[in-house]
């Protein structure tokens, strides 16, 4: 951050707040970011505040100035808690600002997070490439180094059950018993599992993995899927798509490609094998 490059990143360093993009939904203004907090309107009501997070647990903690009225809702869930707490915060504006008609938040998510889905077809992916040619370490300038093993080869002392449950359940279902498993030391996350998909197309899944505070229980870990996404893996390295690591709603998604000659340049982040 010193001697930021590119010239992009200097700017938004010397900014008073950094311009984020238009939200999907039309009551919503450009959102701005700065000085720890969250910039936008809503139905014309202009809005600050900012959301936060434990494992377990997620919070909400919106003001609106201009009409007298401050929100803080706690929520005992992360897989969902942004929508449960921008249901509850939304409704609750538009009640007590007497805002008509009341939106239906609840009905809108469930529309278009379920209204959509599709069946997952069943025809088994590809075999993958000898798990010894995935095995090995990564390196991004910036996030950093991370060593994959094949979890049936794990080099440590076993994997936690958390894991393999959180996996399960993941956006991108473990159909293949191919999957590959590192330590990583990074904030709200501390495993990277990559699991074939078909033919070059692997899944990402970053973890985090916690200790739960009851003493008593016989499983005291628990598992947290914080993102994942598609990847592309040739032998000189690994192409990450589909938001890596939450890049966030104002970096271009790029799409996946099949030839595996262009896997460097088009993926959005780009891991060098080195090992």
């Not at 707490?85 to 600002?97: C, F, N, P, S, T």
Request: hydrophobic fraction near 40%; charged fraction near 20%.
């Amino acid at each position: 951050m010193i001697n930021p490059e590119p010239k992009l990143v200097k700017r938004s360093l010397d900014m008073f707040a950094v311009p984020l993009g238009h939200n999907e939904a039309n009551e919503f203004g450009v959102a701005t970011y700065g000085l720890g907090q969250w910039s936008y309107t809503y139905r014309g009501h202009q809005v600050y505040g900012h959301t936060g997070g434990l494992p377990g647990a997620s919070s909400l903690l919106y003001t609106l100035p201009q009409a007298g009225l401050g929100l803080m809702i706690a929520v005992n869930d992360v897989t969902f808690a942004k929508e449960v707490y921008d249901i509850i915060a939304y409704r609750l504006v538009d009640e007590l600002l007497d805002e008509n008609p009341i939106i239906d938040w609840e009905g809108r998510f469930m529309r278009d997070e379920f209204g959509t889905q599709k069946a997952i077809g069943t025809k088994p992916p590809s075999d993958p490439r000898p798990a010894k040619e995935i095995e090995g370490e990564y390196n991004h300038p910036g996030y950093g180094t991370f060593r994959l093993d094949a979890i049936n080869q794990q080099r440590h002392d076993g994997i936690p059950a958390a894991v393999v449950d959180a996996l399960a359940i993941s956006d991108f279902k473990l159909n293949t018993s191919s999957v590959w498993l590192s330590h990583w030391n990074k904030p709200f996350a501390n495993y990277v599992a990559i699991s074939h998909f078909d033919g070059p197309f692997f899944n990402w899944t970053i973890l985090g993995v916690y200790n739960r505070s009851d003493p008593g229980l016989a499983r005291r870990e628990v598992a947290v899927v914080h993102n994942a996404g598609p990847a592309v893996i040739t032998d000189k390295g690994m192409g990450m798509f589909g938001n890596w690591y939450d890049a966030g709603p104002t970096v271009d998604q790029r799409p996946l490609v099949d030839d595996t000659d262009l896997v460097e340049e088009a993926a959005e982040v780009w891991f060098n094998k080195i090992d």
